[in-house]
């Protein structure tokens, strides 16, 4: 009897053990959910010097500072154009795809970095990135060179989140979103299954949540092979938009490679025009 009373008191160590050190892995990937990337000189001065990019600062309510790129189309000058919102994935510093996204049409296009990256300070977190995203809109909707009435949130990856929230606060033209969460705790309980993820999820993202609340158009874009979030969480958002969805899924891209299948431009420039109507 005492061997097998050492052998459960050896059992519920490891068992504790094994459950701290799971919890402390958790935590860990929360912590590095964010990579806040700095501009590479070359970026910098690509951007600074492109007669179409414009250097861009915001002030936040709590005195923080975020830095980004507003991006003109051909012959626009001072005119009212519509604009669009883009929220890149956690990795991305914002000044690459103001350089690479030269193919919205019409649309000033306005690429802010989230708070930590590039030149914008402060720290990001779920309830900052969803402040911000208000404070970028309400912001740049008051240019004179916007239409206020014909701006659309773009989320790729992690920026599904902040695309979403801001189609839910704020009466938006419409929506595009590139492979994106159903939320984080279920991604992350698919991922663990055997494991109580849920409290430690300090970002949880609950896009499809939010999604059911949202009545302007959604463009959806997935792919069959992405194994960072399998198209099936992407689906519940799908599933659960209160608008009309579009949606395409690409056979045989992933999650990194979604903008490299050859209808990925025209798709998402479809969408785009068809809003204007």
């Known amino acids: 009897m005492r ?10 160590i490891v068992g504790s053990l094994t459950a701290l050190q799971f919890a402390m892995v958790i935590w860990n990937q929360e912590d590095q959910l964010f990579f806040e990337s700095s501009i590479s000189e070359t970026d910098r001065e690509d951007a600074s010097s492109h007669d179409r990019i ?4 915001l002030q936040t309510e709590d005195q923080e500072t975020l830095q980004g790129w507003l991006r003109h189309p051909e012959d626009a000058e001072d005119e009212a154009r519509p604009l669009l919102i883009y929220f890149g994935g956690n990795a991305e510093e914002s000044t690459r795809a103001a350089l690479s996204h030269d193919w919205f049409g019409d649309y ?5 970095n989230y708070r930590g990256y590039g030149d914008s ?18 912001t740049l909707a008051e240019r004179d060179d916007i239409d206020g009435e014909q701006i659309v949130s773009f989320g790729r990856s992690m920026g599904s989140a902040p695309a979403t929230h801001l189609a839910q606060v704020r009466d938006l033209a419409g929506t595009v979103l590139i492979a994106p969460y159903d939320s984080r705790v279920r991604v ?9 993820v849920g409290p430690f999820i300090r970002h949880p993202f609950e896009v499809s949540e939010m999604a059911k609340e949202i009545a302007s158009p959604l463009l959806l874009i997935t792919g069959s092979d992405d194994q960072v979030i399998l198209p ?6 799908r599933d659960n938009w209160g608008g009309d ?33």
């Open 3 to 12: 061997f097998i009373r050492y052998l459960i008191i050896a059992g519920l």
């Open 108 to 112: 000033r296009a306005v690429f802010m």
């Open 188 to 196: 992350q309980e698919h991922r663990h299954p055997w494991l109580p």
């Open 121 to 138: 300070t402060g720290e990001p977190g779920e309830d900052t990135i969803f402040r911000d995203a208000v404070t970028i809109h309400d």
């Open 245 to 277: 969805v579009t949606d395409k899924h690409y056979e045989g891209y992933g999650h990194n490679d979604l903008q490299l299948h050859p209808d990925y431009q025209h798709d998402i420039r479809s969408f785009l025009e068809a809003l204007k109507d």
């Open 54 to 57: 414009e250097n861009i600062t």
């Open 232 to 237: 099936e969480h992407s689906f519940v958002t």
